[in-house]
């Protein structure tokens, strides 16, 4: 179940001789996807290098990604939202991408610790949100989501 | 010409969570997509985006060229005074893109 | 004639077992459901993730409602030599256009043929405006298009097929089953003895056009029926049309009779 849907997708495509699966893959940038240790690189720089102990953040993914290139999410974070004890900052990676920086979000001691985006993830790949709270510490949620197409082509 | 597209509960009660849901028509040019010819097409984003209220910081978003096109950014604030909630969403070009609306608190 | 069935076979036999996707959860006896089907007909929305269903109910989550709210702008705005705008002789789109998008395409007398709303509303800037007709696919034809179509959102689909539209359905409905292109396939073999199967990783539907202009997260883009037309006929490698041909008004004229009792859905959203 975990097989990449799109690789498994291209070999389809060149097997069954039909180009348009091959094609879109074409127009993808031959740039290479991120790594885990980029993402982790990339989150320390967020957190102010803070590790991330893993709890309190949910990311609200779908199974199935229909199409890469617009994946509605919801992070919601398990902590309160007083001057004393709130959210700072909510960043999300997508880890499989090119570049897995997709957004970062800023919150104030204000509301509650809920954020909706879209986003274009390019493979089957681990999303994830790291949460830096007030008190400095920080909590990664991370959820696997398939995805159909990938985020390329027309 | 992106028009920002806003919505929320703008008479509220003291203390209310209101969730506030925006919206913009932006192609969201990641930089790396290629043309017909191979050529990489640049790089063009709203790079962020930020809500306030009476001039004081409610939420920012910095966004990348993963975020999808015509970006939908919903978050939540506690209603605790009236005045002007103001939007902006800045665009790799320099371009600003503003809309504001008055929340009223009783 | 064999190579089409041996494509054919592997299209839908050998993919249909993959276990990659599962088709979303759709009961048919959900109330919730109920408006997106008539008899044996199923709306797109039907097919979709509950993801996308959700983006498409919300009016603050549909991203086409930017372009509606484009349009709606565009209603009230003079243009052309004559200095009117479509609400100085429609009024309220609202009262003046409820139940017009839904039974387009139509035989209109003074252009002498069949004709799409997208060309109704071209015709008008031209006729009655004195103003230059809109690009098709261009951002204020799609958007004043959807505004149009959404004030029949909820009325059943229901076009005229007889008469002096006779002809134009009969080309449309030969498109539809004519095999094309170098997959060999006619529409009917994928929407019609196909739907609930997988091509390749796709889930396919009915191919039901009661939802356009549709937003669609591949595209990122509010797109007509055209354009989606032109898309099904690359993806079997057949040369599309024009958009805005004749060929594509007579399908389309065909296609809203085979969704005749579907309701509006426009602005849809598909994946």
């Known amino acids: 179940m975990s097989q990449d849907v799109n690789s498994d997708l291209s070999r389809r495509g060149v097997l069954l001789g039909m180009g348009a699966g091959a094609a879109a893959l074409a127009l993808m940038p031959s740039v290479a996807h991120a790594t885990r240790e980029e993402a982790n690189d990339a989150f320390a720089k967020l957190t102010g290098g803070a590790k991330p102990q893993a709890g309190k953040v949910t990311l609200k993914l779908p199974e199935i990604a229909e199409n890469g290139n617009t994946v509605p999410f919801t992070v919601v974070v398990d902590n309160p939202m007083t ?29 509650k610790a809920e954020v909706y985006g879209r986003m274009r993830l390019a493979k089957t790949q681990d999303v994830r949100a790291v949460a830096v709270l007030s008190d400095g510490s920080a909590w990664e949620g991370k959820k696997e989501v398939k995805v159909t197409i990938g985020g390329c082509g027309g | 010409m992106p028009t920002p597209k806003v919505k929320f509960n703008e008479t509220a009660a003291k203390g209310e969570i209101l969730e506030i849901k925006t919206m913009i ?6 930089g790396q997509r290629k043309d017909k010819d191979g050529k990489l097409i640049p790089r063009k984003i709203v790079n962020k985006f930020i809500c306030t209220l009476n001039g004081k910081e409610l939420f920012h978003a910095e966004m990348h060229g993963a975020v999808s096109a015509n970006p939908a950014t919903n978050f939540f604030i506690t209603a605790t005074e009236s005045g002007t909630m103001e939007f902006k969403w800045f665009d790799d070009d320099g371009s600003v893109y503003a809309i504001s609306r008055q929340l009223t608190v009783n | 004639m064999k190579t089409s069935l041996i494509a054919l076979a592997a299209l839908f036999v050998a993919l249909a077992g993959s276990a990659a996707q599962a088709d979303p959860p759709f ?60 609400s100085s002789c429609h009024g309220k789109a609202e009262d003046n256009m409820k139940g017009v998008g839904s039974v387009y395409p139509k035989y209109d007398i003074h252009a002498g043929t069949v004709i799409n709303l997208e060309q109704r509303i071209n015709m008008c800037r031209e006729k009655h405006m004195a103003a230059t007709p809109w690009k098709y696919e261009s951002e204020p034809l799609l958007a004043m298009t959807t505004f149009v179509k959404m004030q029949s959102r909820g009325m059943p689909v229901q076009v005229q097929i007889d008469g002096p539209a006779v002809s134009y359905f009969e080309n449309g409905r030969r498109f539809y089953y004519e095999r094309r292109g170098m997959n060999d396939l006619a529409c009917k073999h994928c929407h019609e003895d196909n739907w609930g199967n997988h091509v390749r990783t796709e889930l396919l539907s009915q191919g039901m056009t009661n939802g356009f202009p549709t937003y669609r997260l591949k595209w990122q883009k509010l797109g007509s029926l055209h354009r989606r037309l032109a898309g099904c ?30 309701q509006v859905e426009t602005p849809s959203v598909r994946k």
């Not at chain 3, 009961?27 to 008539?38: C, G, L, Q």
Request: glycine letters at 8%.
């Open chain 2, 25 to 30: 028509d932006h192609d969201m040019e990641s």
């Open chain 3, 27 to 86: 009961d048919p006896k959900d109330p919730k459901m109920a408006p997106y089907i008539s008899g044996d007909k199923r709306s797109g929305y039907t097919f979709a993730e509950p993801e996308t269903r959700a983006m498409q109910d919300d009016e603050f989550l549909n991203p086409a409602s930017l372009w509606v709210e484009k349009g709606e702008a565009l209603w009230t705005k003079p243009d052309g030599k004559a200095n009117r705008s479509c």
């Open chain 1, 83 to 111: 001057e004393a004890n709130y959210v700072k900052a909510i960043h999300v990676m997508a880890e499989g991408n090119p570049a897995p920086g997709v957004v970062s979000y800023f919150l104030q001691p204000t509301g």
């Open chain 3, 233 to 262: 006929n690359e993806e079997i490698r057949a040369e599309p049309y024009p958009l805005g041909s004749r060929e594509y008004v007579d399908l389309e004229l065909y296609l809203a009779w085979r969704a005749q009792g579907l």
